[in-house]
């Protein structure tokens, strides 16, 4: 069973560090962040942001209009859908038979939009923006994803391109960058540059591309990664 207000006693407890996290994932997609090139930005876009007991492993369906995507992380997670086709939806399952804490906020723009929550055996929590979805899209083809999994936090800017667009995000440490449609779903080059707003650590970005690793980079400050081109 899921429930969007409940056991206020432990949401309060995580209550400081969600709210702060929450400000932060809302500036997702918020504008001209680092230099966009010659590729025109698009409008913000929703994100997604799975908090709860940190460490509580789980499996999501995140999907828009168009595609959907797999995908198998822990709390914490953030999750940025580029080049998005609203409706949006997302649907995380708990992967533990415990009543460990799993909450889901849908951010959109600059405000949390929705939050769902569950702290049931196996539970699922969901969300959805921009109105009402009948159903799962189809599987992203290609499957473009940029995961962002060091240092263990921090906000970081990155800048993701096709030969076509371009698009600016701010979001935390860990995350993961689902790239919609990248060159109109056609072959073609895709590229990331992520730069830490503070320096907490050895930055570890990987770009995978239909499940296969395309690139890996790691260093201080910004790290590029590409396929492609």
Same mark, same amino acid.
């Given at each position: ?9 432990? #949401? ?17 997609? &918020? ?16 994100s ?16 828009? &209009? ?5 995908i ?5 997670m ?16 708990? %992967? *533990?038979?415990?009543?460990?804490? %799993? ?10 939009? *929705? ?8 539970? *699922? ?7 009402? *979805? ?25 800048? $993701? ?9 701010? &979001? ?21 540059t ?11 970005v990987?770009? #995978? $591309?239909?499940?296969? %690793? ?16």
């Open positions: 069973m899921t429930h969007s207000v409940f056991n206020l006693r432990r #949401l309060l407890a995580f209550g400081s560090a969600a709210a702060a996290t929450a400000a932060i994932v809302a500036s997702c997609q &918020s504008g001209n962040i680092g230099s966009p090139g010659n590729t025109p930005n698009i409008p913000p876009q929703s997604y942001r799975v908090v709860g007991d940190v460490g509580t492993p789980f499996s999501a369906l995140v999907s828009d &209009s168009r595609s959907s995507w797999q198998s992380a822990a709390i914490p953030n999750i940025v859908v580029v080049n998005d086709s609203p409706p949006d939806r997302i649907s995380v399952t708990k %992967l *533990t038979n415990d009543q460990r804490l %799993l909450s889901v906020q849908v951010i959109q723009g600059f405000g949390v939009a *929705t939050v769902d929550s569950t702290i049931s055996r196996f539970g *699922t929590a969901v969300g959805s923006t921009g109105g009402a *979805t009948p159903a799962f899209a189809i599987p992203a083809s290609p499957d473009v994803r940029y995961v962002v999994k060091t240092p263990l936090s921090g906000l970081f800017n990155a800048l $993701i391109e096709d030969e076509t667009m371009s698009n600016a995000l701010e &979001s935390q440490i860990p995350a993961i960058i689902l790239f919609d449609s990248p060159n109109k779903g056609q072959s073609g080059r895709v590229d990331g992520f730069n830490q707003v503070s320096f907490a650590g050895v930055f570890n990987d770009l #995978l $591309i239909n499940g296969q %690793l395309g690139q890996s980079a790691s260093g201080g400050n910004s790290v590029t990664v590409q396929h492609g081109g």
